[in-house]
């Protein structure tokens, strides 16, 4: 039974990302009611109360303060149902809760633009979106980024973060040896964690995030490697940073909901 949680905190960097997860929240519970109104037989009869939303809301003072503990509560009690967990979150931050619930032993196949490590001139040295991975409590889970397009961080300085890297370029260059190298990481894996930050897309294709970056991931190639990583072992996957004020013609919206049905339907359907 897949668990969808809904945890729409944007502070601290791409301010307006939260109604974007409030946004693809509505689309979950279009596609359950979409589902209940269907008389014929369908592929979504796999979803049919087999679907639970949690949405949680940053309303007072306190909410926001105790944002952290609220996700790691949040995350604890999802992961610990054993259910694939859809995280649909603002910025990139909010997925830190659940990232820090996973810890050690995980391995979190992240799609992003940015290595959010990032220690330069211009960014400030508390916690943001721009460098939390670097602010983990606890052991921190072993990560292989996939599309960045960074070109200021040294390979030293990416390697204490992450154990590969598979920026934009090589995947452009022959994405057969990366789907085929993130097939045998993530077969090897315990359990594998999948989080994309919206941006990992080109802008072309998805142009509703604060920082655009151009030569990203096309929708088939990122299909492509998500089908790579794919396995009985993903118990779960996060969605970051859209930001539907700026999006062209629900560009991005249209995307992400077909990407977060597809993704539950697999998730309902797949054998144990």
């Given at each position: 039974?897949?668990?969808?949680?809904?945890?729409?905190?944007?502070?601290?960097?791409s301010?307006?990302?939260?109604?974007?997860?409030?946004?693809?929240?509505?689309?979950?519970?279009?596609i359950?009611?979409?589902?209940?109104?269907?008389?014929?037989?369908?592929?979504?009869?796999?979803?049919?109360?087999?679907v639970?939303?949690?949405?949680?809301?940053?309303?007072?003072?306190?909410?926001?303060?105790?944002?952290?503990?609220?996700?790691?509560?949040?995350?604890?009690?999802?992961?610990?149902?054993?259910?694939?967990?859809?995280?649909?979150?603002?910025?990139?931050?909010?997925?830190?809760?659940?990232?820090?619930?996973?810890?050690?032993?995980?391995?979190v196949?992240?799609?992003?633009?940015?290595?959010?490590?990032?220690?330069?001139?211009?960014?400030?040295?508390?916690?943001?979106?721009?460098?939390?991975?670097?602010?983990?409590?606890?052991p921190?889970?072993?990560f292989?980024?996939?599309?960045h397009?960074?070109?200021?961080?040294?390979?030293?300085?990416?390697?204490?973060?992450?154990?590969?890297?598979?920026?934009?370029?090589?995947?452009?260059?022959?994405?057969?040896?990366?789907?085929?190298?993130?097939?045998?990481?993530?077969?090897?894996?315990?359990?594998?964690w999948?989080?994309?930050?919206?941006?990992?897309?080109?802008?072309?294709?998805?142009?509703?995030?604060?920082?655009?970056?151009?030569?990203?991931?096309?929708p088939?190639?990122?299909?492509?490697?998500?089908?790579a990583?794919?396995?009985?072992?993903?118990?779960?996957?996060?969605?970051?940073?859209?930001d539907?004020?700026?999006?062209?013609?629900d560009?991005?919206?249209?995307?992400?909901?077909?990407?977060?049905?597809y993704?539950?339907?697999?998730?309902?359907?797949?054998?144990?």
């Amino acid at each position: 039974m897949p668990a969808v949680v809904v945890f729409p905190f944007d502070l601290f960097g791409s301010a307006g990302t939260g109604a974007g997860a409030r946004l693809l929240g509505d689309a979950v519970h279009e596609i359950l009611d979409d589902t209940e109104r269907e008389t014929r037989p369908c592929r979504a009869d796999a979803l049919r109360g087999n679907v639970r939303v949690t949405e949680l809301e940053f309303e007072s003072l306190a909410e926001v303060g105790d944002w952290r503990n609220r996700g790691r509560r949040a995350a604890r009690a999802a992961l610990k149902s054993r259910e694939f967990v859809l995280w649909l979150g603002g910025n990139h931050l909010s997925a830190l809760p659940l990232l820090e619930e996973l810890g050690g032993g995980t391995l979190v196949v992240q799609f992003d633009a940015h290595l959010d490590v990032y220690a330069f001139h211009d960014n400030t040295t508390e916690l943001s979106h721009g460098n939390f991975l670097s602010h983990f409590s606890g052991p921190r889970p072993r990560f292989v980024n996939v599309g960045h397009r960074d070109l200021f961080l040294t390979p030293a300085e990416i390697a204490e973060t992450f154990e590969a890297v598979y920026p934009a370029w090589e995947v452009a260059a022959d994405v057969n040896r990366v789907a085929a190298e993130l097939r045998a990481k993530a077969g090897a894996a315990k359990r594998v964690w999948i989080d994309l930050d919206c941006d990992a897309f080109d802008p072309a294709a998805l142009p509703a995030v604060a920082e655009p970056l151009p030569f990203g991931l096309a929708p088939p190639t990122f299909l492509a490697l998500f089908e790579a990583v794919w396995g009985g072992n993903v118990v779960g996957m996060s969605v970051s940073e859209f930001d539907p004020g700026r999006d062209v013609r629900d560009t991005g919206l249209n995307l992400l909901g077909w990407l977060v049905e597809y993704v539950l339907l697999k998730a309902a359907t797949r054998t144990p």
